[in-house]
């Protein structure tokens, strides 16, 4: 008889927690926000993003490859990171140094330079230049291309080839009247009053272009950028920090979503975390669950046409690409 009710209570807990996820998961989770124009519609492609404009395409970070990727390959995002100048300019750079993108240290093969910036002290860093003295510089100096050649090496009149380093109140104005609808993803990489005050430049810049302010979704890796953003500049669209993004991974894995009170648009991942053990992120369940937040799922860096085409099937609202050529390709196979 005590069996028989150990088994009874036992059984009540079960179906007690069977209960429990069942309704945490049928009851439709709070959106994390209410307008997301990174989400397709359902059914419809993913959208091109052009890391870095495109850098297997194109110079990266130039205004050069910003145009190519928009006007000649038609991609709907251009993607980079931000950091602040000397004299207060927000230009865009991968890493927060120049030195293996463009020719400031004279004619040495890219071997050279990364040998050279092994010591930090080397470097050229954006933060100690004037946006003037960058724009100096050859920012398509190594690159190469599909044939191994530096087409750009010897360029002549770099401001007119637009081979210089970009600002994001340039690229904003090349394409506020003729692309509209183009999105933007930053990354403000700076941390500290320089991240606050590249934050403070950004939010500047956008009013003078307002109908980007709604358009453009800004990261960091800086806990404190961060709060910035979501305290000083609540209407701008956030995209989740790594351990926001991976802190709701985990809840959709588990099942808990409910209990996770982010509140970012756009969830922006690798297709795999490596822990030590390899975590796979493409995962039909959790695309549909960021999509019930309102939550747009985005995949960096995509490069390989197979990769592309298994988001493309699970329904992903953007690939972030090097090679944004090869996506449209890829994308065209699904329009037959």
Known sequence: ??????????????????LF?????????KKNVSNN?????????PMIAAHRGGSDNNPENTLLAFREAVETIGVDIIESDLYLTKDGYLVYN?????DETCNINGDLTLDEVEDLCDDKSNRHYIEDMTLAELQQYNFGYYFENENGERIYKDAEDIEAMGLQIATVDQLFEMFYESHPDLLFIVEIKNGGERGYEACRILSETL???????DQIVIGT??????????????ELLRGAPTGTAAKFVLTQYVGVNIFDNSDFACLQIPMSYDLGVEIPLVNQGLINRAHRRNIAVQY???????????LIEMGVDCIMTDDPILLKEVLE???K
Not at 21 to 29: D, L, S
Not at 94 to 98: E, F, L, Q
Not at 221 to 231: A, G, P, S, V, Y
């Open 37 to 45: 124009p990174f989400i397709v519609e359902k059914g419809d492609l």
């Open 21 to 29: 996820f069942v309704v945490i998961n049928v009851i439709p989770p």
């Open 1 to 18: 008889m005590k069996k028989h009710r150990v088994l009874k209570v036992l059984g009540i807990i079960v179906a007690a927690i069977v």
């Open 94 to 98: 991968h890493d927060s140094y120049i």
């Open 300 to 310: 960096w860096t995509i490069n390989d046409a197979d990769d592309m085409r298994t």
């Open 207 to 213: 009013d003078k272009y307002p109908e980007y302010k």
């Open 333 to 335: 196979e699904y329009r």
């Open 221 to 234: 890796f800086n806990d404190e950028i961060e709060t910035e953003l979501k305290t000083k500049y609540p």
